[in-house]
């Protein structure tokens, strides 16, 4: 039997960050309409699979996932709703394939999710994968979820098309949020308590818009708003594009306190020959030059990066210079993958697709490469003191868990509270988290 009345709801996220704001927003959606969320371990009435497309079998993931949770024991079967980017690109075929799924919706299309239960109530099927001209976030409550660091999606789309990405496909052409609209959103949340906003975008740095005086700003001019709201600690901003790099961002790096100094510039790969293959329209010599300006105006800054290994043509050669570039950076932190056609993109399409075995070989060898550079950022900050915005609580108790400004991890005991910032000795590292002991609170 299936529950056509569901009173609570789980959103599950996959994926990327803006996945876990859209769900954030369908969750206060849910909540608008009076429903609640499951208890933690409890099984809801409404289930939101809120799906990534962007790598690997993700389909495959999202139908093993909806057989597990229609197959879960005890009463009548969750609704479930379909949700982010396998919906966009599956469509009406997820019902067809998995019949138990009620509802699918679109990353544009899920301030509809109200209209699309209702349907799903009377019995019926709803998909809705429409890309309105109207933007749903007219159409969405207020903020109310609120933690210490909040998401806020300023941009959605892309518009430059690597050969290799479905995101163009998935999330439509690329938008920017109106100035008003982002800062009215970012002052609730800081009403709400949040400390940190991360503004978020598939290309963060080509938001545009015109401020109150119809002056035409870029990212950088959105940075410096936010500065000036009181009561905000921290603002970050990703995931960016090396071509919308502007000179008004990087100063705001030199001029903005509240700017934490890490940077996620993604350049996949270090061979030029690749880098044109891919349509990225950057050379690994205009990428150099960028994070030199960069470290130019904030020489501490904390560079991360993204790679993709065994893209169709790659050769040894072409893997040895991402090594290379991988030397020439000295990176932070970094997210590695192996090449994954995504059908319907042109690189699926194209010759030399580089063998399983080749591609396992040079994500090891990066890997390595990238992690001992991780751990060396890390360790550096032994013996220093930093300030720790606290996100949440640890596994020990009294164990608190928050953020260095370079976004590292760092546990510590503490009597402080969530929300708070610390500062904090940093006694050791590792390649993924930072220890250390609280000093003195220095604000709350
Ligand atoms: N295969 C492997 N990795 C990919 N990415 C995007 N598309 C693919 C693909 N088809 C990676 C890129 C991007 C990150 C979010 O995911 O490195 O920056
Ligand atoms: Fe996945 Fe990209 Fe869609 Fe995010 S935008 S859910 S990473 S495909």
Same mark, same amino acid.
Request: aromatic share 6%; hydrophobic share 40%.
């Given at each position: ?57 993700? #389909?495959?993931?999202?139908?093993? /996932?909806? &057989? $597990?949770?229609? *197959?879960? %024991? +005890? ?5 479930? =709703? ?123 740095? #080509?938001?545009?818009?015109?401020? /109150?005086? &119809? $002056?035409?700003? *870029?990212? %950088? +001019? ?5 500065? =000036? ?132 070989? $040079? ?82």
């Amino acid at each position: 039997m299936k529950n056509r009345n569901p009173r609570t709801f789980e959103v599950k996220s996959f994926g990327c960050q803006m996945n876990v704001y859209d769900g954030e927003r369908m969750a206060e959606l849910l909540e608008a309409e009076g429903l609640s969320a499951a208890a933690e371990g409890a099984e809801a009435d409404l289930v939101v699979l809120n799906t990534c497309h962007i790598r690997e079998k993700a #389909a495959e993931k999202v139908y093993s /996932e909806i &057989g $597990r949770v229609l *197959g879960r %024991g +005890g009463g009548a079967q969750p609704m479930i =709703a379909v949700a982010g980017c396998v919906a966009q690109a599956e469509g009406a075929e997820i019902p067809r394939r998995a019949p138990g799924v009620d509802i699918v919706v679109g990353p544009q299309a899920y301030h509809n999710l109200p209209a699309l239960i209702r349907q799903a109530k009377a019995g019926g099927r709803a998909v809705d994968t429409d890309m309105p001209a109207a933007s749903k976030f007219g159409a969405l409550p207020a903020r109310r979820r609120l933690a210490p660091s909040a998401f806020l999606t300023v941009q959605e789309g892309c518009d430059k098309f690597c050969t290799y990405c479905v995101v163009p496909y998935t999330r439509g052409a690329e938008v920017s949020r109106p100035w008003a609209a982002v800062l009215d959103e970012a002052k609730a949340l800081i009403d709400g308590g949040a400390r940190e906003i991360i503004l978020l975008g598939q290309n963060v740095n #080509a938001w545009s818009g015109e401020d /109150e005086k &119809g $002056r035409a700003r *870029g990212l %950088g +001019g959105l940075v410096r708003a936010l500065d =000036a709201l009181p009561g905000l600690t921290r603002i970050r901003y990703t995931t960016s594009h090396p071509n919308d790099m502007t000179e008004p961002l990087i100063r705001a790096h030199a001029e903005v306190p509240k700017l934490m100094p890490y940077l996620h510039l993604p350049v996949q790969s270090g061979s030029d020959r690749i880098l044109k293959a891919m349509n990225r329209s950057h050379t690994t010599d205009s990428y150099l030059r960028i994070i030199e300006r960069v470290r130019a105006v904030r020489p501490d800054i904390a560079v991360s990066g993204d790679f993709i290994v065994g893209f169709p043509g790659e050769r040894e050669a072409d893997f040895e210079a991402t090594l290379r570039i991988v030397e020439a950076v000295n990176y932070a932190q970094a997210f590695s993958f192996k090449y994954s056609p995504r059908p319907g993109t042109p690189a699926a399409e194209m010759d030399e697709q580089v063998p399983p075995e080749m591609m396992d070989d $040079r994500l090891q060898r990066l890997q390595a490469l990238l992690r001992a550079q991780q751990l060396a950022f890390n360790q550096a900050q032994v013996g220093r003191r930093t300030e720790v915005l606290l996100e949440r609580p640890g596994r020990k108790a009294g164990q608190l868990i928050g953020k260095s400004p370079w976004l590292q991890s760092v546990h510590l005991e503490t009597q402080a509270a969530i929300g708070d910032l610390v500062e904090v000795e940093i006694l050791s590292a590792g390649p993924n988290s930072l220890a250390g002991a609280a000093s003195m609170r220095t604000a709350a």
